[in-house]
């Protein structure tokens, strides 16, 4: 075919597709969704030109709509000046089949295709999913020469998740983005529905509320109210931060963080434990970031909860044997990690000297949860992985990892004695980093050549680690060479941060990052390192690498090979038997 015939095919084309998409109407939920069956999804329908309601004809499998099973409908004559929207609310699928649904309205017309899939029964009792926010196989591998040593090639031991049976890697992209965050990411693990960058529990539609966008059920919700088992949710950052809330919560946006609290109140969890009780208390009281004067704290503990402040509190409520709902919010803010907790003494910690560790607050958690004799599902975030890796500090993200690793070796054991239990561990999705040598601070010449690789690099010296898994020196001659590789404008300086999380740049001048000059004059010798990421940039950012999960216990076969994120929720409620007996 000669160029020119090809070129006006290809605007022929290009035109068609411009005119088709300018009246095609938008469905949520999109095209290729898995819907677990009887679970509750907002069906929206939004149409480019402003219509009357009984012109839209919607036919799911030739069915008119209004035969479904719903709570309510919504019609908006003109959404934001462009369009009419019809919602149904709360709408429920519980016959197992693919649906066609299709979307006719004057001009426009639409079409999605649905799997609504079933579980059968359940084949377990407890579900425990671990997230590592943001690890990577390089922290992992960095935890596991820290805390358990490696000599001529052979690691003295592994990391608690390292011998689980069964493995699988995670695409981890979303609906919007091949980039995901904390929030679409763990909104995939919580509903099985994509979703797009800061958003949880919803589809992002042309809504202009940040609360009115459509719902998909979280596995929160679904225990809530098909099951009879109690719910838990830990974190060591804010509990309003996007993972931990993702377990109930409906929101395009991340940072709505006082709704968050308000839903973590209304989810009715057993338990929840972490950091941010600025959210939980009244405007006007110390620290508070309310914009209302409501105090969840008072009203937990009018709602029967065990409510603690401190690491001593949470221990003394978790082996009370009269506890059966706990509250626990132990800094404003993130939590400290375990390398200032235990080692350092900085950040926050002077101020906040009895915060409880990962593996403490799992242990409370597991005591209150297992006393209901129907099971639980229990999520556990090690949130400052992530809030390490983002700063480029690797040795926190290092401390942290071990930690996890720790406390999953806590719900190791009970599972020794609660065989029907699932733990599931993984990252909610990755950043980049490698480690690619050792730092000898004998090597002679400037700091790059201080860098070892392959034979020059031999082992690094840190000390052989204390009964909690750390080494207790972390700024030793002979170092990690790690670096990360996706970056702002900083200074290289191949030290730990001894003084606090690193600070890699600051605001220069407009919107610009610079490298934050301190660590030039702490180090004379730090390198200069241009950054690659845009130079509005002042952290490093999420990676598209896929998560590694692990997974033990009754269910955890179904984890394997290469899986999309949503699959995950897949394995959980199948492993619950969410949907046992759905209608074929
Ligand atoms: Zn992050």
Redesign the pocket.
């Known amino acids: 075919m000669r160029m020119s015939r090809i070129l006006s095919l290809l605007t022929a084309i290009i035109g068609c597709m411009t005119t088709l998409d300018g009246i095609a109407a938008t469905i949520y939920p999109i095209d290729q969704a898995s819907i677990l069956a009887g679970s509750k999804f907002d069906l929206r329908i939004e149409l480019d030109n402003v219509v009357e309601q009984k012109s839209i004809k919607a036919m799911l499998n030739g069915r008119p709509i209004d035969q479904l099973k719903f709570s309510g409908t919504q019609f908006i004559p003109s959404e934001a000046g462009k369009g009419s929207t019809l919602i149904l609310r709360d709408v429920v699928i519980d016959q197992v089949a693919r649906y066609q649904l299709k979307v006719n309205a004057g001009a426009e017309q639409a079409e999605v295709s649905w799997d609504v899939y079933g579980t059968g029964p359940a084949k377990v009792k407890n579900v425990i999913l671990f997230i590592g926010?943001?690890m990577t196989i390089a922290n992992r591998t960095a935890a596991r020469v820290l805390s358990k040593g490696i000599v001529q090639g052979k690691y003295q031991s592994a990391l608690s998740f390292d011998d689980m049976p069964h493995m699988a890697l995670i695409g981890t992209s979303g609906s919007d983005s091949l980039i995901t965050?904390?929030a679409n990411s763990m909104s995939a693990y919580m509903t099985g529905h994509k979703t797009g960058v800061n958003a949880m529990g919803v589809y992002v539609s042309r809504a202009q509320n940040t609360l009115e966008h459509p719902k998909v059920e979280t596995v929160g919700e679904l225990i809530k109210r098909k099951t009879n088992k109690s719910l838990g949710i830990v974190s060591d950052a804010e509990v309003e931060d996007a993972t931990p809330a993702a377990v109930v919560a409906h929101t395009r946006r991340r940072t709505d963080k006082q709704y968050i609290a308000d839903q973590l109140f209304a989810s009715n969890a057993e338990v929840i434990l972490g950091g941010g009780s600025a959210y939980f208390v009244p405007q006007g009281s110390p620290n508070s970031k309310r914009k209302d004067n409501r105090n969840l704290v008072e009203q937990f503990q009018t709602k029967g909860y065990a409510v603690v402040a401190t690491r001593d509190e949470l221990v003394a409520a978790g082996k009370n044997p009269s506890t059966k709902k706990l509250f626990g919010s132990f800094h404003p803010d993130n939590m400290d990690g375990s390398l200032d907790r235990f080692i350092l003494k900085k950040n926050t910690v002077p101020q906040y000297p009895n915060q409880p560790d990962l593996t403490e607050m799992t242990q409370a958690a597991l005591n209150v949860l297992s006393k209901n004799p129907n099971g639980f599902f229990l999520m556990v975030e090690a949130a400052l992985i992530?809030k390490f890796n983002?700063p480029l500090d690797w040795e926190r993200a290092a401390y942290d990892t071990i930690m996890l690793s720790n406390a999953v070796q806590v719900a190791k054991d009970f599972a020794k004695t609660h065989p029907d239990t699932l733990i599931i561990v993984t990252p909610d999705h990755t950043h980049s980093g490698s480690i690619s040598g050792v730092v000898d601070d004998s090597r002679p010449g400037p700091l790059r050549e201080k860098v070892g690789v392959y034979a020059n690099a031999g082992y690094p010296n840190y000390p052989t680690a204390n009964n909690a898994g750390y080494p207790e020196k972390v700024d030793v001659s002979r170092r990690l060479a790690y670096f990360y590789s996706a970056y702002p404008d900083h200074f290289e300086t191949m030290h730990p941060k001894m003084d606090g999380t690193f600070v890699p740049a600051i605001k220069g001048e407009g919107d610009v990052y610079i490298a934050n000059p301190i660590y030039q004059q702490l180090q004379h010798d730090a390198i200069h390192v241009d950054g690659n990421l845009p130079a509005r940039a002042d952290v490093g950012v999420?990676s598209a690498d896929d998560a590694v999960l692990t997974a033990t216990g009754p269910g955890s076969e179904r984890f394997k090979g290469f899986m999309d994120n949503t699959e995950v929720f897949k394995g959980i409620v199948n492993a619950l038997g969410l949907a046992p007996t759905p209608l074929k």
């Open positions: 926010d943001g965050d904390s992530d983002h999420h």
